[in-house]
């Protein structure tokens, strides 16, 4: 029991250490894109997924990528297939692995807002 304890322990360090070395690494692409992060964030707040999912498509997708949103993508029903089938497409981190560094956060920040959409709507 307290091997298992003990090696929890270091895990747990090695985690938060290399979480810390990530996060000092990340820190000046953070910086480019803070303003961003901060539209986003408060765009979320407004607990509204459909004007979400369309303030992102507007500001935050390539405009080669934008996606022709209709009333009936943005319907209840609708709306998680939406945000699975066409917005984790262009924001899951694998998708964005040639991205710049500061894009790949922004877009990480935006996923990490449409899964909770999605978990609101699950729960």
Same mark, same amino acid.
């Given at each position: 029991?307290?091997? =298992?304890?003990?090696?929890? %322990? +270091?895990? !747990? !360090?090695?985690r938060r250490n290399e979480e810390g070395a990530k996060? #000092?690494?990340?820190?000046?692409?953070?910086?480019?894109?803070?303003?961003? @992060?901060?539209?986003? =964030?408060? !765009?979320?707040? #407004?607990?509204? %997924? =459909?004007?979400?999912? #369309?303030?992102?498509n507007d500001h935050y997708i390539p405009e080669a990528?934008?996606? %022709?949103?209709?009333?009936?993508?943005?319907?209840?029903? $609708? @709306?998680?297939?939406?945000?699975?089938? =066409?917005?984790?497409? +262009?924001? %899951?981190p694998d998708k964005n692995v040639n991205e710049p560094? $500061? /894009? $790949? /956060?922004?877009?990480?920040? @935006?996923? /990490? #807002? /449409?899964?909770?959409?999605?978990?609101?709507?699950?729960?």
């Open positions: 029991m307290e091997a =298992k304890s003990t090696l929890e %322990a +270091i895990r !747990e !360090e090695r996060d #000092k690494a990340d820190a000046p692409f953070l910086e480019m894109v803070v303003e961003d @992060i901060r539209k986003v =964030k408060e !765009e979320a707040e #407004k607990d509204d %997924a =459909k004007s979400f999912l #369309k303030f992102i990528r934008k996606i %022709a949103l209709t009333d009936e993508m943005l319907l209840p029903g $609708q @709306i998680e297939r939406t945000m699975v089938t =066409k917005f984790t497409l +262009i924001f %899951a560094r $500061q /894009i $790949q /956060i922004l877009r990480e920040e @935006i996923m /990490i #807002k /449409i899964n909770g959409f999605r978990e609101g709507m699950c729960s």
